[in-house]
């Protein structure tokens, strides 16, 4: 991670909401944060907690209607992503900011070679000759570690395996040298060798190539692994955000807490059944008005029925939005978390 240097991305309270027969399903609400050059921010939380759709809404590929944008700045390089228009957006798409899709199977299109899938964003964001892509292209499966490039371009995706398969999509993420990357759980469907593999190849390519990484995943042990901070979602928002190492010695949110109690250890006698958080993530109806983790959370009072806790600062570069102090173990003196401008710093 490069410090010092001002964020490549910086997201102000973005809000997403889906239209539904039932009425309005607020995905996302005020979720602010930044991403440094360099960095490797990893994202987790429950399925449901909102981690892709925050992730999606940056580049706006959810569809349109149910999607509904309710406010909020994207900010890469300088410009509002939320203010582009189409072909802007489809310029940095692929170009500025690269996305690797959770299914490969499904992302990649089943009647084109992979040549035509890798070919396409470098001629169409890069104006490269057929030739050139072709080139390009075959310099790309080299990259990720596919072996025998040049005779492997002329192959369909049901031709790879489901390794192979997400080596293509890492591809066709870096094809024209984006400076973020926003990998959507990229390993799940992956047995553990594989995964192993892929996580090296990312680590391997950051190096070289310097570009800032969105980790989102479910998984606390690759998270430990690879990044240099961690965004705790739940609900629809950011619950704790804090470097990679003070989350796992010092979690300051009840869920984070409860997250890495579900953890199995390695170490010790075998424990008799898996920890698990009780209860259902919820369904956010409508804008939060109190804690959303309320109802799991046994450090509930009085307080987290009456308001939606802001962030609060809990040490150098970590803030947790929760209204139970763990240092003192009892309920939090301040009146106010993080000012708005300074939530995503």
């Known amino acids: ?96 900011i690269g996305f690797i899709f959770q299914d490969p199977m499904t992302s990649l299109n089943p009647v084109f070679t992979i040549a035509n899938q890798l070919m396409e964003p470098l001629r169409t964001h890069m104006g490269m000759s057929r030739d050139a892509a072709r080139t390009r292209a075959r310099e790309l499966l080299e ?43 990229p390993t799940t469907a992956l047995d553990v060798t594989i995964q192993a593999q892929i996580i090296e190849l990312v680590r391997d390519l950051r190096r070289k190539l310097g570009m800032a990484i969105i980790w989102i995943t479910h998984d606390l042990g690759v998270i ?54 009780q209860g259902q993530p919820p369904i956010v109806r409508d804008r939060p008005k109190a804690c959303n983790f309320r109802f799991r959370c046994p450090y509930r009072f009085e307080r987290c029925d009456a308001e939606n806790p802001p962030r609060f600062p809990v040490g150098p570069a970590h803030d947790a939005a929760c209204f139970w102090d763990f240092d003192r173990d009892s309920p939090r003196l301040e009146a106010r978390g993080l000012p708005r401008e300074a939530a995503h710093a």
Do not use: W
Not at 7 to 27: D, K, M, Q, W
């Open 143 to 185: 990259l990720v570690g596919i072996p025998d490039a040049a005779r492997r371009l002329d192959d369909y995706p049901h031709q790879f395996s489901g390794g192979m398969r997400q080596r293509v999509m890492i591809a066709i993420a870096l094809a024209c040298d984006p400076k973020v990357l926003i990998a959507d759980e």
């Open 1 to 96: 991670m490069v410090t010092g240097q001002r964020p490549i991305l910086s997201v102000e309270s973005l809000n997403t909401a889906f239209r539904t027969r039932g009425g309005y399903v607020h995905a996302v609400n005020d979720v602010s944060f930044d991403l440094r050059p360099g960095e490797l921010l990893g994202v987790v939380g429950e399925s449901g907690s909102g981690k892709s759709v925050t992730m999606m809404s940056l580049i706006s590929i959810l569809p349109s209607p149910p999607a509904e944008n309710r406010g909020g700045r994207v900010l890469f390089e300088g410009r509002d992503l939320l203010k582009l228009s189409p072909p802007e957006l489809r310029q940095v798409r692929g170009a500025g």
């Open 224 to 277: 430990a692994g690879i990044a240099d901070r961690v965004m705790v979602m739940y609900g629809g928002q950011i619950v704790e955000m804090a470097p990679v190492r003070e989350l796992f010695a010092r979690p300051r949110h009840p869920y984070t807490r409860a997250l890495l109690q579900t953890v199995p250890s390695v170490r010790g006698e075998r424990a008799a059944k898996l920890n698990v958080i």
